[in-house]
């Protein structure tokens, strides 16, 4: 049993969170949060101060979201708790474990009133899975403990401790242990179930979300496409879950609307999904009839939405359930999905197929960076227009080697998620990628970047524009409206940082410069200016170009037979 011990509040946080595995926090220093601060500066606990707590939450969401074990970040009370809420609701939506610690005003004494005082924990709310507040020091040990089983339990998401300034620096006398949290799988009958249903079926197919990437999930799916012949098809986060160069790999879900992957999907009567959270990819996308039979596999309940109606539930781990399944699956014809998958790749390869230009199409940005990196190496995507093709034409190797979001998708997170990426795999090269609005959104914290002395590559795509959302009014015959930027010349401004700055030109193609950017030690930035033209491309629904090549094929199959 843990000895007793004689500690302040933020000491004895410090001891928890040690306790809990953490070996860095990311945020601000802050008046009501100085007790905290203190701690940690004692403690073998790093302390990242960014530059903004926006930045920190998305470190720490990067953090939980390759780590599998929450992220913790800091802030004090109303503008820096605040500031934390867009990193929040990133790491909210899209599955990331997170733990953050906010101050607050004294509970008594409090000569300052109500100056900078917000209701934190009613803000936090909405975008956390739950937001309270530590008024009793004797709590500390349980109200941390039940934080960080909240954060990971299910569907990973956001525990919020709000600690006043004068509970911080209470004493407080404890001998709280971990509490071990129970395990919980699906049952014999609920696998049994869906076993019955990928065997009555059709044609199924897996549909693999960000779940599917964490942990041991990824090695036991591609053993069950290999054990079952069924074929996996990636939402935007789940890429890289199976190998997109594996046989049974039907590539990536990359828009909305129909396009070349959906070729794997719009005709299954079952699709069993691994790791699944609609906010990822709209069920009403993929099966717009609302007549797919659905077997949800996840650590978490499926929820209820139009288009995501399961059928049959296995909470639980999903390794472990992708395993227990694989007996009672019956092997289907190792062809089955072969001409489908030849009819997407082969697709895709037509548009790879068109000759780089200047400016450069995202398109060659994506080609290029697969060329240049190794298959475990990182590429962190900010959100914009290029993200679709990425998550296109990127094809991924290993889980968590795009790191893109589809769930909050908000702009601004590029920098931190790279930022993070290179401190989790110190050995693998990791490129962030950014277009220039959400790039100069946080762009102070390449100071942070410097100061870690990171290795680092950020590819800027330059526009002049929020080009995503000019896209968007073109697309719907509006006028180009209140788009437009100017930009300041980021060479300039990484020498000003102590980064390395780099401009692709007609003389310096993006190969060229990139080549030289991830060869250089330290923070390399590169101005890219960029093409989006060619987004006209996506702008159709995709889908019947697909079936016609799918035909196609499977009358050469015919004749060949």
Known sequence: M??????????????RLEAHGVATVFGLPGEENLAVVEALGRSDIEFVATRHEQHAAFMAATHGRLTGEP???????????????TGLAHAQLGGMPVVAITGQKPLRDNDEGSFQVLDVTSVARPVTKTAVTLHDPANVDVVIDVAFAQAVAGRPGVALIEIPEDVAGAEVTTKRSPTPQPSIGPTAASLGLAAALLNSAEQPVVLASGGATQGSVADALTRFAEATGIGVLATQMGKGAIPESHPLSMRTLGMHRGDYAHLAIADADVVLTVGYSPVEHPPLAWNPREDITIVHLAPWPAPLERGYQATVQCVGDCASSLDNLVPLVQRRPPDEMATRRQAIVNLLEEEEATESSF????LNIARELRSQ????????LDNGAYKLWFARHYSCEAPNTLLLDNALATMGAGLATAMEAKRVHPDRTVVGVCGDGGFLMNVQDVETACRLDLDLTVVVLR???????????????????SVSLGNPDLVQLAAAFGANGHRVSHDRPFAEVLHRAISESGVSIIDCPIDYST???????????????????????????
Not at 2 to 15: D, I
Not at 373 to 380: I, Q
Not at 464 to 476: C, L, N, R, T, V
Not at 542 to 557: F, Q, W
Request: hydrophobic share 35%.
């Open 2 to 15: 843990e000895p007793l011990e004689r500690q302040n509040v933020a000491q004895r946080l410090t001891s």
């Open 463 to 481: 526009d002049d524009a929020y080009g995503f959302i000019g896209w968007h009014q073109e697309e719907q015959d509006r006028p180009r409206e």
């Open 535 to 561: 987004n006209e491309v996506l702008e159709g629904d995709l889908l019947p170009m697909a079936r016609a090549r799918l035909r196609v094929l499977e009358n050469i199959n015919n004749q060949n037979s």
């Open 71 to 85: 992220g913790v970040c800091l802030a004090t009370l109303g503008p820096g708790a605040t500031n934390l809420v």
């Open 359 to 362: 400016p450069p199409a995202p």
């Open 373 to 380: 990196l190794k298959p475990h190496d990182v590429v962190a």
